[in-house]
């Protein structure tokens, strides 16, 4: 009984801190890779990659023949959304071309004429904000898609395969009459098309003009599935502040479902196919989610076969007295009400499975402030077979920020290491913290040497190559063909490299993260010593296809 | 302040009975004139701020204040039949236990009523400013370090202080970053933007969550303590001060009266 007495006031206290602890835990779902049925033969053919520069332990700033925004004299909300970019090789030479997409003057196409030289094809497309590499039509040729700021709409470029410069021709999409500002592309429907999801940005519609966006029938979240003569519209929501769309696996059904990442207090909506209704149904898989969710990004950041998801939102890296000064006059404005249950927290989230679902753990692993965030990606940097987190950031408007120099918030743009053990830390050294306002970012091969590049396309600044020349892993690319079906470049396949030191994952993806598409090409990284065993490739059709005899530093081009 | 503190006295047998915190702060002869108090107090203020439009603080402020002679008569009778370390537990239990009222407001007003962060600022909202804070909670630590040097030293009391130092370390480096960002903004040549409510060590974005010190460690994986917003955080600091203080002025009035 006395020592109970003597021990009762420390285990009281015990238990109010385990109480005020338990605020944070919260629950999710699984996702999982899908299971092969068949086995599909392939061949294969191994390309040695470019021979790197002399490292130099950090990344090289490559200035590009491309800026948005520079032409107007005062940028204003959402003028300061910016614009996305793409990568891809357009015209069949190995190198990945860019695509630039641009809120005051024409998108460009910028053909990689190897050792990062480009020469500018200016598209007679003006005002656009996200920018995709896609084959729409399933011809193994590579089109454009571009949504356009207000009332524009999508632009569909389709790629007719003819000299450069009458490659592309501005043709319709049967069926797609919204509006639109962020894009995605995947085969949703299962019937081998990629299908579109398209969402509005509603309160910049209310800008160019349309009062009640709701109500109009072109604004909002529409899934338009792929048929023969064109597309089918289905309207998931009225309401839609679509900063970035994301499909993939949220609730680990083996199909992917649709996530759109809403800006301001609208929550953002995710979608599964219900069999049963055989209808979209909308689910809340997240028990935390960004508030001003910007872009979203995922990746098996582990590398245990479990995805992790990744969304932006704006919260300052620097809490040093004169970064909050630069900073409050906007968060007092912006402030809103706080409803009562909202799931939103001003902040990057960073959803891991656990036991009981998805828990938003990026307060624990470094990266819940990245400034005022854009795009983010999972990429391996440095060749160490983890991936690494890259994220732009940056914000000019003078409406918010009239209080500073040009109406620009100036932040570093934040490179995170993986340091292997769940945890991110940030690496200045790597000498990717430009401070031109980013917005669209794709980590990309520019050069072919087998370690990923960031390209940037940056508000009323040139587009930025960041160079990498970390002294790093050898790499390993692979492209994937599958000719004669709808979708030629397998969209959607993903894709394990099997080493000695564990297996790798990667997806093909048409688009994601903030208005931008992914390079086709996937990259893995992995250290000198690892053994490389096999490439395994699970096609979108679930026929699984094994590649051995691999070399390091070399690009395979595997065609089913 | 502490070394003109009586000794405990034995003039009453607070010590009999079962809650003698009860009877401590039984308001005693005081019963009536207090819910007259608090009648006219409630009365006056909730109408005017109805009625005549009158700030909510002020509302608030005003019902303190018709209330205030009569606790001043309560706690100087607190003194005399108990001494001076009973009166200042007296006191301490009975302006905590307001403050903590605030919080509750503050976090029903955030989580109940959907109030913005910043507007969620209790009934005393002119009082939530960080040097408020900053004075408030270097009072209760003097009290609390008074109460000890007067006899209060328990277990719960050791508990108390050290909780009471915690959070005066919390709101001491709040207030310094607050004129600090205010600096910045001038500076700046920004005006009339308010600097309250910026995280401080504990919670969200706070000092343990963010600093390169601490990053990667365990200490920036507590839940809570490093995700927590402001409110929660301090209506939890004040939960814990109020829970160490009861058990610790129970022991105390047992053991010493």
């Not at chain 1, 191994?46 to 520069?53: C, E, G, K, T, W």
């Not at chain 2, 002869?29 to 203020?45: D, E, I």
């Not at chain 2, 005549?52 to 100087?76: D, Q």
């Amino acid at each position: 009984m006395r020592l109970f007495r003597r021990y009762t006031p420390l285990l009281a206290q015990c238990i109010l801190l385990l109480l005020f602890s338990a605020c944070a835990a919260q629950p999710g779902a699984l996702a999982t890779a899908p299971a092969p049925t068949t086995l599909a033969p392939v061949s294969v053919v191994q390309i040695p990659l470019a021979a790197r520069q002399p490292c130099a332990d950090r990344f090289v700033s490559h200035t590009l023949p491309f800026a948005t925004g520079a032409r107007l004299r005062e940028i204003r909300t959402y003028e300061s959304n910016g614009a996305g970019l793409s990568a891809n090789d357009l015209d069949g030479d190995g190198d990945l071309d860019l695509l630039f997409a641009s809120i005051d003057r024409n998108s460009a196409i910028l053909w990689n004429e190897g050792g990062l030289d480009f020469h500018v094809q200016e598209l007679a497309d003006p005002f656009t904000r996200s920018a995709q590499i896609v084959d729409v039509n399933g011809d193994g040729l590579l089109d454009l898609v571009f949504s356009r700021r207000g009332l524009g709409g999508i632009s569909y470029w389709q790629n007719r395969g003819a000299s450069a410069a009458e490659r592309f021709v501005l043709t319709p999409l049967p069926g797609v009459e919204s509006y639109a500002y962020a894009l995605a592309w995947a085969d949703l429907s299962g019937d081998g098309r990629l299908d579109l999801v398209a969402g509005t940005y509603n309160t910049e519609l209310k800008q160019h003009g349309i009062a009640a966006p709701e109500t109009d029938e072109r604004a909002g979240i529409f899934y338009y599935e792929a048929g023969e003569a064109g597309y089918t519209a289905t309207r998931l929501s009225p309401a839609a502040e679509a900063l970035s769309i994301g499909l993939t696996d949220v609730d680990g059904d083996l199909r992917p479902d649709i996530w759109v990442a809403n800006d301001f207090g609208l929550e953002d909506g995710v979608w599964r196919w219900g069999d049963n209704q055989a209808a979209w149904q909308a689910i809340a898989p997240f028990a935390q989610m960004s508030h001003s969710t910007m872009s979203i990004e995922w990746g098996d950041i582990g590398n245990d076969g479990k995805l992790a998801f990744f969304s932006t939102d704006m919260n300052p890296y620097d809490t040093s007295p004169g970064a909050l000064a630069r900073w409050l006059p906007m968060m007092n404005a912006l402030e809103e009400p706080h409803l009562a249950g909202d799931p939103q927290r001003m902040a990057n989230v960073l959803q891991v499975h656990e036991t009981g679902g998805w828990r938003n753990v990026a307060p624990y692993r470094g990266v819940e402030a990245t400034g005022w965030s854009w795009a983010a990606r999972f990429g391996d940097l440095d060749n160490d077979g983890l991936l690494d987190l890259y994220v732009v950031n940056g914000m000019i408007a003078s409406n918010l920020f009239g209080h500073l120099d040009n109406g620009e918030l100036v932040e570093e743009n934040q490179a995170l290491r993986n340091l292997g053990d769940g945890d991110f830390a940030p690496v200045p050294q790597w000498g990717l913290g430009a401070t031109a306002s980013g917005r669209g970012m794709v980590l990309a091969d520019m050069d072919g040497d087998g370690d990923l590049d960031a390209v940037v396309n940056n508000l009323r600044s040139s587009a930025l190559l960041l160079e990498n020349r970390l002294c790093a892993g050898p790499g390993l690319a692979v492209d994937l063909r599958w000719p004669g079906s709808a979708n030629p470049f397998a969209v959607g396949a993903q894709v394990e490299l099997v080493t000695s030191q564990g297996v790798l994952r990667r997806d093909v993806r048409a688009s994601s993260g903030y208005l931008s598409g992914d390079p086709l090409r996937l990259h893995f990284g992995f250290a000198p010593q690892s053994g490389l065993q096999e490439v395994r490739i699970h096609w979108p059709d679930g026929a699984l296809s094994t590649v051995t005899e691999l070399l390091p530093d070399t690009r395979l081009e595997v065609t089913r | 302040m502490n070394a003109t503190l009586p000794a405990p006295t034995l003039t009453s047998s607070l010590s009999q009975t079962r809650f003698p915190l009860l009877d401590l702060l039984h308001p005693r002869r005081f019963g009536r004139s207090a819910l007259l108090a608090l009648a006219v107090g409630l009365a006056a203020g909730s109408g005017l701020v109805l009625l005549v439009g009158l700030e909510r603080w002020m509302g608030t402020a005003l019902a303190i204040l018709v209330l205030t002679p009569v606790a001043v008569g309560k706690f100087r009778e607190d003194r005399r039949l108990f001494g001076a370390t009973a009166m200042l537990l007296s006191v301490l239990l009975t302006v905590q236990g307001g403050h903590t009222v605030e919080h509750i407001v503050q976090w029903a007003q955030y989580y109940l009523l959907g109030w913005p962060m910043r507007q969620a600022n209790g009934l005393l909202s002119a009082a939530n400013a960080e040097w408020v804070h900053f004075v408030w909670n270097w009072g209760v630590l003097l009290a609390v370090i008074g109460l000890m040097r007067g006899g209060m030293r328990n277990g719960w009391a050791w508990l108390l202080l050290g909780v009471a130092v915690g959070h005066t370390i919390e709101h001491s480096y709040l207030l310094v970053r607050h004129y600090q960002v205010l600096a910045e903004l001038r500076q700046m040549g920004v005006a009339g933007v308010t600097a309250q409510g910026l995280p401080g060590i504990l919670g969200q974005d706070g000092w343990l969550a963010r600093s390169p010190l601490t990053r990667n460690s365990f200490l920036c994986r507590a839940p809570g303590l490093t995700t927590a917003n402001r409110i929660d955080i301090h209506f939890w600091w004040n939960v814990l001060e109020m829970g160490m203080l009861l058990p610790a002025g129970h022991v105390f009035l047992k053991r010493n009266h």
